[in-house]
Nanobody, 118 residues
Framework: QVQLQESGPGLVKPSQTLSLTCTVS??????????WSWIRQPPGKGLEWMGIMASDGRTVYSPSLKSRTSISRDTSKNQFTLQLTSVTPEDTAVYFC??????????WGQGTQVTVSA
């Protein structure tokens, strides 16, 4: 059974960098055919796709967030990380890490609330 768990600070100050880590168990982030993604949900709004990483480490980002977003990984720990720079209160959201396979997001973390506030 694949499990994903987000971790990171729940409160970030404006203009700082948000950094979240997703720890994956039950499956390798380097296994072929799987993709690893970050999705967020601001309060009262729908899901927003932020970016995705392939098993070989290649990344694709949302055009609206590309200038501020970076996804990286630590294969020795089976983790991948989201960094979002220059955050504002509009970046307040529940952040999810997910796995994609065959065009479906089949496994999700429980989500972690991040609030941007001074």
């Amino acid at each position: 059974q694949v499990q994903l768990q987000e971790s990171g600070p729940g409160l970030v100050k404006p203009s700082q960098t948000l950094s979240l880590t997703c720890t994956v168990s039950g499956g390798s982030i380097t296994a072929n055919s799987y993709y690893w993604s970050w999705i967020r949900q601001p309060p009262g709004k729908g899901l927003e796709w932020m970016g995705i990483m392939a098993s070989d480490g290649r990344t694709v980002y949302s055009p609206s967030l590309k200038s501020r977003t970076s996804i990286s990984r630590d294969t020795s720990k089976n983790q991948f990380t989201l960094q979002l720079t220059s955050v504002t209160p509009e970046d307040t959201a529940v952040y999810f890490c997910t796995r994609a396979y065959n065009w479906e997001y089949d496994y999700w973390g429980q989500g972690t609330q991040v609030t941007v506030s001074a």
